[in-house]
C-alpha cells in the first residue's frame, strides 16, 4: 500500500513538472517573439525581463537559443536590430552561464554583421555595429571571467585581474580601449542617424534606435572608470613618453564620450529612463599621481520604465494561482449576465448552437497551444538531439584515437618481445663464453705482472721527459724574459708539455682502472676456477690462449714504445717551433723599434706645427677683435659728429624711444661682459665678444643720437644735462674700445663705467617720459581690471533696464507702436549681448598677452612698462561702457516719445566705432596666430552687425510712426504758389547754411577731443582759469578723456644727408 502511494505520488511530481516546464516553455516563447519582431518599436521591459528570468531559472540562455536561432534574422534588419538589443540585455543581466551558451553561436553572430554590413540599409549599418560590438564584449568576458558581462566589478577585482605584470597592464588596457571604441562608435552612429530634437526622440521609431544606447551608457560609465585606474597604474611604472598613445587615444575618447553623454542627456526619452553622469571639463592628468584622488567614478541610476501591459500577456506567477483562479471563473459563470438580466435568454435560455460554437473555440484555443507546445517540444527535441549527435561524434572521435593508441601500444609490445628474444639468444652466447672467460683468467694474472712492468719504464720515461721540460723552460726563460710575444710562445710551450703530461697521466690512470678492475676479474674467475677446476680436461688449450695472450701483450708493449718515440719527435718539433718563433719576435721587436722612433720624430713635428698654428690662430683673433673695435669706434664718433651736425637740430625724438633704446644698450653691455670674460678665458675665440661688441656699437650710437633728438624737446634743464651725458658715454665708449684695442689693457678694460651713464640717461628719459593722465603707472594694472569690471557692470546695468522698458512697453503701449518698440528693443539687447562677448573675449586676450609677454615681471610692472598701450585700453573700455549706457538712454527716450531717433543711429554708430577701439587696443600686442584674437575679431564683427540690425530697426520704426502729410496745392492761387515756392528755397538754404555750420562744429569738436585726450586732465582749465577735476567714472554726464588709440613710440626723423650735395 505505502509504495502504491508513494507511485501515486512520484506520478503527480512528474506532471506538475512536466506542466511547470511547458508553461516556462510557453511563457518564454511568447516573451521573445513579443521583444523580437519586425515592427519599428522599442523592446519592451517587461518582455526583455522575463527573458532574463528565464535564464536565471534554467541557468544558461539553451531556451532563448534554441528560438532565437528560428527568427529570420537575414530578411529584416529591424528583427536583426531588436534581437542584437535583447542579447545585449541577456549578456549584461541574464545568469552567469549565459556567455558560455552564447560563445557556442558566437560564428552565427559574426555572420550576421557580416550580412547587413555589405547591404545599404540604415538599420543594416547599426546592426553591422551592434553586431561587432557583442562579438567584442563576449571574447573580453570570455578572457577576463573576473569581470562580469555588467562590468559591475569593485576596483579589488580590476586589480586582481590586471596583476603585477606590466606587460598585461598593458594589453588589459589597450582591450578595455577597443571596448569602449566599439561603444562609441554604435553610439555615435545612432545619434548621427536621428535628429536630438524631443520630437524625434518621443516617436517609436526614434526610440527602437535609442532603447539599446541605455545599456550602451551603463557600459560606457564603467569602462571609463576602467581606463582612468588603468592609466594611473600604467603611468606609475613605465615612463610617460611610451604612454603617449594612450594618453591621445583616451583623450579622444573622453571628449566623444562627453558629447555622447551630454547629447543624450538633452533627450526626453532617456530623461525619464536614466540619468546619465556627467563627466569632468577636462580628461584627468596621468603625469600627476595626485589626480587619482579627485577622480569621481561615475554612476548610472536606471529609473522605472512604465510599459503598458496588454491584456493578452499575463505577468509571470510567483505561486500556483490556478485553483483560485478556476474559482474565479466558476463564479463568473455562476452570475447571470447584465443583457440577459435585463432582456431574458434568447429563445427562453441559452441557444445549443452558441454553446457549440464556444466548445469548438476553446477546442480550437487547446489544439492551437498543443501545437504551439508540440512545435516548441520538437524544435527542443532536435536541438537536444543534435548536442547528443555532436557528443556521440565526439565520443566516436575519441573511440578511434583510443583504438589509434591500442595498436601502437601492440606495435611497442611486438617489438619488446623481439628484444626479450634477442636478450636470451645473447644470454645463451653469454654463457658459453663464460666458460672461456675462466680459461683466460690465468693469462690475464700473467698479462698484469707484465703490464707492471711496463708501467715502470713508462714512469721512468715520463721522469725523463720532465726533467727534459725543464731544461726546455729554462732555456726559453732565460732568453724571453722582455718580450711579450715570446711569452706567449712559452705558455703555449707549457700548454703541450702540460697536456703532454696529462695524456701520460690519463693512460696511466686507464691502466691503472683497467689493472684494477681486471684484477676483481681475476678474484672472480679465480674463485670460479676453484669451483669448476676439475671440470678442465684439457690444459693444452690453456697453454695455446696464454700464447696468443702474450703474443697481444708484446703488441701492446711495441705499441707503446712506438708512442713513446712519436712524443720524442713532437717534444723535438715543439722546440724547433719555439726558436723558430723567438728569432721571429727578435726581428719583430727591431722593426717596431725603427717605428717608434720614427713615429716619435713626426709627434714632435706635427706639435711644433700646432704650437705656429695656435699662435697664428690668437693673432688672427686678435686682429678681428682690432678690426670690430675701430668699425665700433667710428660708429661712436660718427654718432657724437651728429650731436654737432646743425641739420639734427630739427630731428625729436620720444622719451620712450630713448627709453627702449637705454634699455637695449644696458642689455648689450651685459653680452660685452660675459664676452670679454669668455675671451680672457679663452682667447682662442673671440666670436661672443665680437657679436656683443657689434650690437653694443649701435646701440650706444643709437642711445647718443635719441638722446639729442629727444633733449630737442626738452626743458632746457633737461636738455643740457641729456646731452652732457650723450656726450660723457660717447667719450666712456670710445675710452673702452681704446683698452680693448691693446694686449695689455685688455684685461683691464670694464665698462662699468658705461653703465653709470647709461642708467642717467635713462633716468632722464623716464622723467621727460608723460606721466598717466588719472593714475599712476603702478596703478594701471589695477585700473585695466576695474575699467573691464566697470564695462561688464555697465552692460549688465543696460540689459535689466532694457528688459524692464520691454515689458513697460508692453504694458502701456499696442499696435504698431508696441511692435517698433519691441524691434528696437529686441535689436538694442542682441547688441548688448554681442557687447557682453567681445568685452569677455578682449579680457582673455589680454591675459594672453601680459601672460605671454610679461616674462619674470609681474603683471603690474608689464602695465607700467606698457603705460601708452595700457592707457589706450583703459580708454577703449571706458567707452565701450559709456557707449552701452547711451544706448539705454536714447532707448528709452525713443519708447516714451520723449527722444529723436537719430538719437539711437548715432549711439549705435559710436558703439561701432569704441568696439573697434577695443579690438586694435587689443590687437597691436597679440600674436596674430592667437585664437583668442580670432575670436575677439569675430565678436568684433558680430557687434557691427547688431548695431546695424539697431539702425535698421530704429529707421524701420522711424518710417512706420511718422505721418506724412499729403501736399494738396490744387487751391492755392499762381501768386501763392510762387510765394510758398519762395519760402521753401529760403528754408532750404538756412537749413543747408546749419547744416555746414554743424559739420564745422563737430570737426572742431572731435580735434578738440583729440587735443585733450592726449593731455593730462590736472593741465586743463576752465574758462575761469581753475583745473578740472578728474573725470567720473560713470559714462553718464560726460564722456571720458581717454577716448584715442595710445601714441606708438616713433624713431626720431633723421634727416639723412644727400650724397649727390
Not at 873 to 879: F, T
Request: charged share 30%; glycine share 4%.
Amino acid at each position: 500500500m505505502n509504495n502504491l502511494s508513494t507511485r501515486v505520488k512520484s506520478r503527480r511530481t512528474e506532471a506538475s513538472l512536466g506542466a511547470e516546464r511547458e508553461h516556462f516553455d510557453k511563457q518564454q516563447l511568447s516573451s521573445i517573439s513579443k521583444a523580437i519582431n519586425s515592427t519599428e518599436t522599442p523592446v519592451k521591459e517587461k518582455h526583455a525581463r522575463r527573458i532574463i528570468l528565464g535564464t536565471h531559472r534554467e541557468k544558461g540562455a539553451f531556451t532563448f537559443w534554441s528560438y532565437a536561432l528560428g527568427f529570420p534574422l537575414a530578411s529584416s534588419s529591424i528583427l536583426s536590430w531588436k534581437f542584437c538589443h535583447v542579447l545585449h540585455k541577456v549578456l549584461r543581466d541574464g545568469h552567469r552561464n549565459v556567455l558560455q551558451d552564447c560563445m557556442r553561436h558566437y560564428s552565427s553572430i559574426v555572420e550576421l554583421g557580416q550580412l547587413w554590413g555589405n547591404l545599404h540599409d540604415r538599420y543594416g549599418q547599426l546592426v553591422a555595429l551592434y553586431s561587432k560590438l557583442l562579438c567584442t564584449k563576449m571574447q573580453f568576458h570570455a578572457k577576463h571571467s573576473d569581470i562580469p558581462a555588467n562590468l559591475e566589478a569593485a576596483d579589488e577585482v580590476l586589480e586582481r585581474t590586471a596583476g603585477t605584470d606590466i606587460n598585461n597592464v598593458f594589453q588589459l588596457t589597450v582591450e578595455v580601449f577597443d571596448y569602449m571604441d566599439g561603444e562609441l562608435k554604435l553610439a555615435e552612429t545612432v545619434l548621427r542617424q536621428l535628429n536630438s530634437s524631443i520630437a524625434i526622440s518621443t516617436l517609436t521609431s526614434g526610440q527602437c534606435r535609442l532603447s539599446p544606447l541605455i545599456q550602451v551608457i551603463q557600459d560606457c560609465s564603467q569602462l571609463y572608470h576602467f581606463m582612468v585606474k588603468l592609466l594611473f597604474k600604467l603611468h606609475a611604472c613605465l615612463p610617460a613618453d611610451t604612454l603617449q598613445g594612450h594618453r591621445d587615444r583616451f583623450r579622444d575618447q573622453f571628449q566623444s564620450l562627453k558629447t555622447f553623454f551630454n547629447r543624450a542627456r538633452e533627450m526626453y526619452y532617456f530623461k525619464r529612463l536614466i540619468q546619465i553622469p556627467r563627466l569632468p571639463d577636462s580628461p584627468p592628468n596621468f603625469l600627476h599621481a595626485a589626480s587619482l584622488a579627485k577622480h569621481v567614478k561615475p554612476v548610472v541610476v536606471i529609473g522605472d520604465e512604465d510599459d503598458g501591459e496588454d491584456d493578452d500577456d499575463d505577468a509571470e506567477p510567483l505561486i500556483d494561482i490556478s485553483d483560485s483562479i478556476s474559482s474565479q471563473t466558476q463564479a463568473a459563470v455562476s452570475q447571470p449576465d447584465i443583457f440577459d438580466q435585463t432582456f431574458g435568454p434568447p429563445n427562453g435560455g441559452f441557444d445549443d448552437r452558441d454553446l457549440q460554437i464556444e466548445s469548438l473555440k476553446r477546442d480550437l484555443e487547446l489544439l492551437r497551444a498543443e501545437l504551439e507546445r508540440v512545435k516548441a517540444e520538437a524544435q527542443r527535441y532536435i536541438t537536444q538531439l543534435k548536442s547528443q549527435i555532436n557528443s556521440l561524434e565526439a565520443e566516436l572521435e575519441e573511440q578511434r584515437a583510443q583504438k589509434q593508441r591500442a595498436l601502437v601500444e601492440n606495435e611497442q609490445l611486438r617489438m619488446a618481445l623481439e628484444a626479450a628474444r634477442r636478450r636470451n639468444v645473447e644470454h645463451d652466447s653469454l654463457q658459453s663464453t663464460f666458460m672461456e672467460a675462466e680459461q683466460r683468467a690465468l693469462a690475464t694474472e700473467q698479462r698484469y705482472n707484465k703490464l707492471k712492468e711496463k708501467h715502470t719504464e713508462l714512469v721512468a720515461s715520463h721522469a725523463e721527459l720532465l726533467r727534459k721540460s725543464a731544461d726546455t723552460v729554462k732555456m726559453l726563460s732565460a732568453t724571453q724574459q722582455t718580450q711579450e710575444e715570446v711569452e706567449r710562445t712559452k705558455q703555449q710551450l707549457s700548454f703541450e708539455v702540460d697536456r703532454i703530461r696529462q695524456e701520460s697521466d690519463m693512460k696511466l690512470e686507464e691502466q691503472k682502472f683497467e689493472m684494477e678492475k681486471l684484477r676483481r676479474e681475476l678474484a672472480e674467475k679465480m674463485a670460479e676456477i676453484t669451483r669448476i677446476n676439475a671440470s678442465l680436461q684439457s690444459s693444452e688449450q690453456s697453454s695455446v690462449q696464454m700464447n696468443s695472450s702474450m703474443t697481444a701483450l708484446q703488441a701492446e708493449k711495441e705499441r707503446l714504445m712506438r708512442s713513446v718515440s712519436e712524443k720524442e719527435a713532437e717534444l723535438s718539433s715543439v722546440r724547433q717551433s719555439a726558436q723558430l718563433q723567438q728569432s721571429t719576435v727578435q726581428q719583430e721587436r727591431d722593426k717596431s723599434g725603427r717605428e717608434l722612433s720614427e713615429l716619435q720624430a713626426k709627434l714632435k713635428e706635427k706639435a711644433r706645427q700646432e704650437e705656429l698654428l695656435k699662435q697664428k690662430l690668437l693673432d688672427e683673433q686678435f686682429a678681428l677683435l682690432q678690426g670690430t673695435v675701430a668699425e665700433a669706434e667710428n660708429i661712436i664718433q660718427d654718432a657724437v659728429a651728429k650731436l654737432d651736425d646743425p641739420l639734427h637740430i630739427q630731428c625729436t625724438s620720444s622719451p620712450d624711444y630713448l627709453i627702449s633704446r637705454a634699455e637695449a644698450t644696458l642689455g648689450s653691455i651685459d653680452k660685452v661682459k660675459k664676452g670679454h670674460t669668455d675671451y680672457v678665458r679663452n682667447m682662442n675665440d673671440a666670436g661672443g665678444l665680437l657679436r656683443s661688441l657689434t650690437q653694443f656699437s649701435h646701440s650706444a650710437a643709437d642711445t647718443i643720437i635719441n638722446g639729442s633728438a629727444t633733449a630737442h624737446m626738452a626743458p632746457t634743464d633737461h636738455a643740457d644735462r641729456l646731452t652732457e651725458n650723450c656726450r660723457g658715454c660717447a667719450t666712456e665708449c670710445l675710452q673702452f674700445l681704446k683698452e680693448l684695442k691693446s694686449k695689455g689693457t685688455l684685461q683691464k678694460a670694464d665698462p662699468a663705467s658705461i653703465q653709470v651713464i647709461i642708467h642717467k640717461i635713462l633716468r632722464l628719459g623716464q622723467e621727460l617720459r608723460p606721466k598717466s593722465l588719472d593714475v599712476r603707472q603702478e596703478e594701471l594694472g589695477d585700473l585695466v581690471d576695474r575699467e573691464m569690471a566697470a564695462t561688464s557692470a555697465a552692460i549688465e546695468e543696460a540689459v535689466r533696464r532694457i528688459a524692464e522698458m520691454m515689458n513697460q512697453a508692453r504694458k502701456d503701449t499696442s499696435g504698431i507702436k508696441l511692435e517698433v518698440n519691441e524691434r528696437i528693443l529686441y535689436s538694442c539687447t542682441d547688441l548688448m549681448e554681442a557687447i557682453r562677448m567681445l568685452v569677455i573675449s578682449s579680457t582673455d586676450l589680454q591675459k594672453e598677452i601680459v601672460e605671454s609677454g610679461r616674462g619674470a615681471a609681474s603683471i603690474k610692472e608689464f602695465y607700467a612698462r606698457n603705460s601708452r598701450w595700457t592707457e589706450g585700453l583703459i580708454s577703449a573700455a571706458k567707452a565701450v561702457g559709456w557707449g552701452a549706457t547711451e544706448m539705454v538712454n536714447s532707448a528709452d527716450k525713443v519708447v516714451l516719445h520723449t527722444g529723436k531717433y537719430e538719437e539711437l543711429i548715432v549711439c549705435s554708430h559710436e558703439i561701432a566705432a569704441s568696439t573697434a577701439q577695443l579690438v586694435a587696443a587689443s590687437k597691436v600686442k597679440a600674436d596674430r596666430h592667437s585664437k583668442r584674437l580670432t575670436t575677439l575679431q569675430q565678436a568684433s564683427r558680430l557687434v557691427n552687425e547688431k548695431a546695424a540690425n539697431v539702425v535698421a530697426s530704429t529707421r524701420t520704426g522711424q518710417d512706420n510712426m511718422e505721418e506724412k502729410d499729403t501736399m494738396d496745392f490744387s487751391g492755392m492761387s499762381l501768386i501763392k504758389l510762387k510765394k510758398e515756392e519762395m519760402e521753401s528755397q529760403v528754408k532750404v538754404l538756412e537749413l543747408e547754411s546749419q547744416l555746414e555750420n554743424e559739420r564745422l562744429r563737430l570737426g572742431e569738436l572731435r580735434k578738440q577731443h583729440y587735443t585733450l585726450a592726449g593731455v593730462p586732465l590736472d593741465q586743463i582749465s576752465d574758462g575761469n582759469g581753475e583745473a578740472t577735476s578728474l573725470v567720473s567714472m560713470s559714462p553718464k554726464f560726460t564722456k571720458p578723456a581717454l577716448m584715442k588709440k595710445p601714441a606708438l613710440a616713433q624713431k626720431p626723423n633723421v634727416l639723412l644727408k644727400s650724397p649727390f650735395k
